[in-house]
Structures are given as structure tokens and as C-alpha cells.
């Protein structure tokens, strides 16, 4: 596995591995021996980044993440977020759930259907002084630590980089030691705008980064001395990824025998190809996908630790994914 430094951590602190693993299934779409068994594989692997929530799981990703790092705190890289608060979730919402799982395996139609429901049990947008303090609290205690490698304003709107209060109190978490790093979370156009303006105590950025946002490839390497964190590298916000690669394959301004890397039927050509135009030659120093099945999780530590194209390739294939103006 590939690592760096974290920013201002001390001497003998874990470093964090490349590869990030996203906490949002755990306790959600995932049974609670699902979550296990993958955060098992994932800390095997040597992952060492996770990437957390108040809101995952309903709630309940944290709590599973104390749970499994207890005594071996020091090992790891925990990001949670606030600002997304989970719905009461007792009683028999809670008992249905394994329930509900079983029904949208077997009745796959029913997805959309499961993930509308699933939005309604979160509450957004709450970003006042009274929900951090009580949403970090409640992450310290459900994480069984003292102090997290990173928060992050979850999904925030950009009038968040205007509330000077708030701002403020995360840069006193800073102070305390109980916060490592404070960064944000949003779509690209707030991200933009932070990077131009760079709101202290703001140090690091998580945000969709994938083959159909190229282009943003290059503003993140302006950024590079900034902890910087893409998520949804598969999907999500810019098209599908397979999609993308086909169109590399067929692509006569690259090289035949570029080309002729970009083997058919490969499966590992997909997280070759994603994950190393993310990381490699940008301002990004980590990348999330989701993967709570073991394969997922040795494919993409795989595609990391072993890529096929070199550091040129990896580049030509970047620059043929941005838009072209004709």
C-alpha cells in the first residue's frame, strides 16, 4: 500500500494509506457482519484512511469504527463529518432493517426505490455552533477516541465559508488538539471558491473527482499543498467510468500501444486507469471508493500498488479525458 504523511501529525503518528475506505454503508446497506468482515479486509490490506460520518449507518458507522479500532487507535486515520444529523432510528425501523436488506438483494428493481426512503432519514444543512459541538461530541464518544485526524463540514453549501463563527470554533478544536486537520466537503463550485479563498482553519477537501471531472484534475494540482480527498471516483456527478475507458480505447490521439494496455475484458484495467489518473500527477492525495466486498477491496488495492501504465501514460490518458473546446 501507498502512504503520506498526514499534515502537522506527530512523530509515530499512522500515515495515511492512499486508498480511503468510505464508512457511508457500514450499518446502512450493509448487515453488521457485512461491515465487519470488510473493515477486517480493508485494515488487512493495509488501509490505514477511514472515512466517516454522524450521519452513516443512520448513525451507527461510528460507534462500529470504535468498536473495531478499540486499541489500535493509533494504527489509523479517522475523518468523520457534521453537519448531516441521522433520524431516530429506534424501535422498529431498527428491527426491519435486516429485513430490508434481504428484500432489495432479492429485488434489485427496488433500489431507488430503498435509497429515496433511506434520504428521508437524514437531516442536512445543520451547520450552527450548538450541532458541532454536540455531533463532535457524540463522534468522539461513539469513536472511542480522544481526537479525530480530520473533521469535515459535510456537504456544505458555500454560505458556510462565510459563517466566521463557526469557522472560528473549528479552529479552536484545532487548538485543543482534538482535531487534527478541519476541512470541508461540497460540490465543485464550493470547493472553487475555497480554494481561491482559502477560509482558515480550513486545511483540507474532500469532493467527486472521476474520469468525467478531468478537468478539475488540473485546479487541484494549483492546491496540492492543501490534504486533498476524492470521493466517488467510479460514478457519481460526471459519467460512468466503463463508458470512459471504452472511449480511451478507441481514442487515436493516444498511442497504439497505450491503447493496446487498455485490454478488453480485463478487469482490472477499470481501477488501473481510475484510481491512478486521480492520484497520479494531481493535488490529490487520496482517493474513496466504495467497496465493501473483499474483491472490490483487493482489486483496488491492487490497481494502487500495481498499475500497469507509467506515470507518462497515466498522464496522456488524463489530458485525453478532458473536454475538448472545437
Known amino acids: 500500500m501507498r502512504y503520506v504523511g498526514l499534515p502537522g501529525a506527530a512523530d509515530g503518528s499512522a500515515k495515511m494509506s492512499v486508498l480511503g475506505f468510505g464508512c457511508a454503508a457500514l450499518l446502512g446497506r450493509a448487515s453488521r457482519k457485512e461491515s465487519l468482515t470488510a473493515l477486517e479486509t480493508a485494515f488487512d490490506a493495509g488501509i490505514t484512511f477511514y472515512d466517516t460520518a454522524r450521519s452513516y449507518g443512520y448513525g451507527g458507522s461510528e460507534g462500529l469504527l ?52 433511506a ?19 457524540t463522534s468522539l464518544r461513539e469513536l472511542r477516541t480522544d481526537y479525530v485526524d480530520m473533521l469535515i463540514l459535510h456537504a456544505a453549501p458555500e454560505t458556510v465559508l462565510e459563517q466566521d463563527d463557526l469557522l472560528e470554533a473549528m479552529g479552536r478544536l484545532v487548538e485543543s488538539g482534538k482535531v487534527r486537520m478541519a476541512g470541508i466537503s461540497a460540490e465543485l463550485p464550493v470547493i472553487s471558491r475555497y480554494f481561491a479563498e482559502r477560509q482558515k482553519p480550513l486545511t483540507t477537501a474532500q469532493f467527486a473527482l472521476n474520469l468525467g471531472l478531468m478537468d478539475f ?9 492543501l490534504l486533498l480527498v476524492a470521493n466517488h471516483p ?41 484510481l491512478n489518473c486521480i492520484l497520479n ?20 488495492v491492487a490497481a494502487v500498488e500495481n498499475c500497469r501504465f507509467t506515470s507518462e501514460e497515466v498522464a496522456l490518458l488524463r489530458t485525453d479525458l478532458q473536454p475538448r473546446s472545437y
Not at 484534475?217 to 499543498?225: I, L, P, R, S
Open 119 to 137: 434520504a428521508s432519514q437524514f437531516v442536512a444543512g445543520q451547520f450552527d455552533l450548538a450541532t458541532l459541538k454536540s455531533s463532535f461530541e
Open 281 to 300: 500527477g494531481t493535488g490529490v492525495s487520496a482517493v474513496i471508493p466504495a467497496m465493501m466486498q473483499p474483491r472490490h477491496i483487493a482489486s483496488n
Open 217 to 225: 484534475a488540473a485546479e487541484t494540482q494549483k492546491n496540492g499543498d
Open 234 to 274: 467510479y460514478g457519481g456527478p460526471g459519467g460512468n467510468a466503463s463508458e470512459k475507458i471504452a472511449a480511451l480505447w478507441a481514442s487515436e490521439a493516444l498511442p497504439v500501444s497505450l491503447r493496446e494496455k487498455l485490454v478488453a475484458g480485463d478487469p482490472q484495467v477499470l481501477p488501473e486507469v481510475v
Open 66 to 117: 470504535g468498536e473495531f479500532f478499540a486499541g489500535r487507535r493509533d494504527q489509523v486515520v479517522l475523518c468523520t463529518k457534521f453537519g448531516i444529523l441521522p433520524a431516530s432510528q429506534g424501535g422498529w425501523k431498527q428491527k426491519i432493517k435486516p429485513l430490508a436488506r434481504a428484500v432489495v438483494k432479492a429485488i434489485p428493481a427496488l433500489r431507488k426505490a430503498a435509497q429515496a426512503q
